[in-house]
């Protein structure tokens, strides 16, 4: 479980987060949803560490990421698919998906290449495996983060805007994936601007304005006329998200 | 005017063993020069302050006095100290402390140009500072400066003829005795001059070689 | 006191070397210069055979040791065309090549990154070729190649200091001699190196501060 208790963050008088509350269990799909600027990618970053708290706590299977060891055991439990990729550019795409593996889980080579073919397979990019990414489109790109993501065996994916950087096209390969992953039961805190598919893969959706998670509610009530159309911010935000 | 090629043939085998020389001076002071650039190019990116401060003064110092003024103080002063080695090895030594100073500059630049969001990955992933140090940022940094390196190294081997004021009888020093023997000083120099051009020609091909394949896979705007 | 002590007298030797070293460099950085502009309006026009010649010469003092040609010159012109060559004049034309031949690849980068368009629309206004080198190309050319001359001439002032392996009498002849005499390499040394220091700071400062004030005047007339 992820527990988020009472987190605030700050950049000098700039207040990004405030006193955020939220629980994701095991099994949930979990979407934040927000203008930009709201604080969603950096509430993701304080959850894989890349930022530190300003104040509460965060706690991955009740390890606190605070702490170097808590930090450490939480990011082996959790694995992180970011916006702009972020893929390593000396690197093959299959060395891409196996560094961690081999070089934090410690599994040798042979079975951690195994095992990041298999998932190059699943995500139609076998032909790919010794390209280097600056090869590849940016749909094939994002589909490499997420095996890198997955070829770690995270309990919790967490998707930091993943198809922000992508056209219609190659958001729906990524999407498909993603959508697939959740339909397995795969645990995932998801920032996106994709309303429609939030609503269909969503377990939970959360609504944060300017800092303050202002809803969390089930996916079907958030949509519904009594539950999150009735807050008028929120109608505000999805008539002009499904506008554009 | 036109003299004789023929008084040169007898001096070839000892301008060979010059050659040969100068080859191992540069292969020893790049390897040197390289090894130490890497450590000062990481000290100049440490966090910690006073490394940032150490590097750059390094830096600054060794590429702003006249190498052969380095060589002499290396040269003559090493013994001072009690330490007693040879000229070439106080060459080596000597171009290896000036080429690192210059490659320290463009292997910085190398990891200040590595994107930050790699960087992150990198630690989400789990990664340790070594293991990000030593398999992404340094990987990184090197295959973007081998071309602005390669210039580097080119001038450590045109830098390398000074070691002849040292006693070193490298190919500039072979060449100043054979000049001297044969009194042909214009012909011997004249083909020194060709031969050096052709090796730093050889070396800027090579270079281009190994920055291809350091940057195989990438478009070559990038590139 | 021993006869090798250093004396107040030593100062005035040094002070003699700083002069011979500042007067050479600034010399041949004016003929080097002025010699490097020619050849390139030279190769502006294309001359046929001589463009060529140039960019061949040019290659070659830039691929080869500075020691190496003023050996050529200082060694080799005399005993092949019979001329008198005193170490001044080899270490003037010598050095002044040099410089030239980066000067000329210097100022021909800047020539070729002025924007093809404004020379077109030159022609078509009926400009000549030289009232577009002059007008046009020329204020443009010199204010790309500002920062990399800068560059160059703070790297020429240390190529004067081979000068002394020939016998000028420069600031590290007075090093060598001082050395010999005192037999304090550490003091003699770092003496001479942290002069060479400091004038190549000074230079760069001033070159920082003529790069500026051009880049400031260049901007006020695009406005």
Avoid at chain 2, 45 to 51: E, G, H, I, P, Y
Avoid at chain 2, 172 to 180: L, M, P, R
Wanted: glycine residues 8%.
């Amino acid at each position: 479980m992820i527990e988020i208790n009472n987190v605030e963050k700050r950049f000098g008088s700039a207040e990004v987060l405030k006193r955020i509350n939220l629980k994701v269990e095991p099994g949930e799909v979990v979407t934040i949803l927000g203008s930009s600027g709201s604080g969603k990618s950096t509430l993701i970053r304080c959850i894989n560490g890349l930022e530190t708290l300003s104040g509460g706590a965060i706690r991955v299977d009740g390890n606190d990421v605070s702490t170097a060891a808590g930090l450490a055991a939480a990011r082996r439990r959790s694995a992180t698919v970011f916006q702009l990729f972020n893929l390593y550019p000396h690197m093959t795409v299959l060395q891409n998906v196996t560094l961690a593996p081999i070089h934090v889980l410690g599994q040798p080579r042979a079975e951690a290449e195994t095992r990041a073919r298999a998932l190059l397979d699943l995500v139609g990019l076998t032909a790919q495996a010794d390209a280097y990414p600056q090869r590849l489109s940016g749909g094939q790109r994002q589909r490499v983060g997420i095996c890198r993501a997955l070829a770690m065996q995270p309990r919790y994916l967490l998707l930091d805007e993943v198809t922000s950087a992508l056209d219609p096209e190659m958001t729906g390969e990524v999407l498909d994936i993603l959508a697939r992953l959740a339909a397995e039961g795969t645990t995932m805190v998801f920032v996106t601007h994709e309303i429609e598919f939030a609503r269909r893969i969503s377990d939970r959706i959360v609504f944060l304005e300017a800092g303050e998670l202002i809803v969390d509610m089930p996916a079907e009530a958030f949509f519904s006329e009594e539950g999150g159309l009735a807050v008028p911010r929120i109608r505000k935000f999805l008539s002009k998200m499904t506008k554009d | 005017m036109i003299r004789s090629w023929n008084a040169l043939e007898p001096h070839l085998g000892f301008l060979l063993e010059g050659f040969a020389l100068t080859v191992a001076a540069c292969v020893l002071a790049v390897a040197g020069a390289v090894v130490l650039g890497a450590l000062i190019a990481s000290l100049r990116t440490a966090r910690s302050r006073a490394a940032r401060a150490v590097a750059a003064v390094y830096c600054d110092l060794f590429r702003n006095v006249p190498f052969i003024v380095q060589l002499f103080f290396f040269f003559y002063g090493l013994p001072e100290l009690g330490i007693y080695i040879g000229a070439f090895e106080t060459g080596v030594l000597a171009m290896s402390i000036a080429g690192g100073a210059f490659v320290a500059d463009v292997i910085r630049a190398g990891i200040l140009s590595i994107e930050q969001g790699v960087i992150e990955a990198a630690r989400v992933f789990g990664l340790g500072r070594w293991q990000i140090f030593s398999r992404i940022v340094m990987p990184n940094a090197l295959r973007v400066s081998v071309r602005p390196m390669g210039s580097v190294l080119i001038n450590l081997v045109l830098t390398s003829s000074i070691l002849s004021t040292i006693t070193v009888n490298e190919l500039t020093g072979t060449a100043k005795i054979v000049a001297a023997t044969t009194f042909m000083p214009f012909e011997v120099y004249a083909v020194l001059l060709v031969l050096y051009a052709a090796l730093t020609y050889a070396l800027s091909l090579a270079v281009a070689g190994v920055h291809r394949r350091l940057n195989r896979g990438m478009p070559e705007a990038v590139a | 006191m021993r006869y090798a002590d250093f004396t107040p007298y030593d100062l005035v030797l040094l002070a003699q070397g700083l002069g011979v070293t500042l007067g050479l460099f600034a010399a041949t950085t004016l003929i080097g210069l002025a010699l490097g502009a020619a050849l390139t309006v030279l190769h502006y026009y294309r001359v046929p055979v001589i463009g060529h010649v140039v960019v061949a010469v040019t290659e070659l003092l830039k691929n080869s040791p500075v020691l190496v040609q003023l050996f050529l010159v200082f060694f080799g012109m005399p005993a092949f065309f019979q001329v008198n060559m005193t170490p001044v004049t080899a270490a003037l034309l010598t050095v002044s090549l040099n410089t030239a031949a980066f000067a000329f690849v210097i100022f021909r980068s800047g020539v070729e990154a002025v924007d093809r368009d404004q020379i077109e629309a030159a022609r078509v206004f009926g400009h000549s070729r030289w009232q577009i080198l002059r007008r046009i190309i020329s204020p443009q050319a010199a204010a790309f190649s500002v920062g990399p001359l800068i560059g160059l001439l703070v790297n020429q002032l240390q190529v004067t200091s081979l000068i002394s392996v020939i016998g000028v009498a420069d600031l590290t002849k007075i090093g060598n001699i001082l050395n010999l005499r005192t037999l304090e390499p550490f003091v003699v040394w770092s003496v001479i190196g942290l002069t060479y220091y400091l004038c190549a700071k000074a230079l760069a400062a001033l070159g920082g501060r003529l790069e500026r004030h051009l880049r400031r005047s260049v901007v006020w007339q695009g406005l």
